[in-house]
């Protein structure tokens, strides 16, 4: 089993900053892919942004430039720096893994983030 626990989330104005923290621990040894999944009221989740063991990055269009992922170097830990947020940035964030092998992930249980005057 695997267990994310994501901290970071709250309230920012527009232009603001914030920034997320997701930490796994379990029975594992390496995650090959973690990234950061965002739902909006009434939407369907979306892929926010993705890091591979290897350090490759994936990025939704509507955050190329504002947002970065980032991981430690023991690889338990992923971040994403969320700069310039805008008030269509407002969800439920949810830390991601995946482990190729299993062929399966994990989900944290998700924090909020609201961007609002």
């Known amino acids: 089993q695997v267990q994310l626990v994501e901290s970071g989330g709250g309230l920012v104005q527009p232009g603001g900053s914030l920034s997320l923290s997701c930490a796994a621990s379990g029975n594992f040894t390496n995650i090959d892919t973690m990234g950061w999944y965002r739902q909006a009221p009434g939407k369907q989740r979306e892929l926010v942004a993705r890091?591979?063991?290897?350090?490759?990055?994936k990025y939704a269009d509507s955050v190329k430039g504002r947002f970065t992922i980032s991981r430690d170097s023991a690889q338990k830990r992923v971040f994403l720096q969320m700069n310039s947020l805008k008030p269509e940035d407002t969800a439920v964030y949810y830390c991601?893994?995946?482990?190729?092998?299993?062929?399966?992930?994990?989900w944290g249980q998700g924090t909020q983030v609201t961007v609002s005057s």
């Open positions: 890091i591979s063991s290897s350090g490759s990055t």
């Open positions: 991601n893994v995946y482990f190729y092998a299993a062929v399966r992930d994990y």
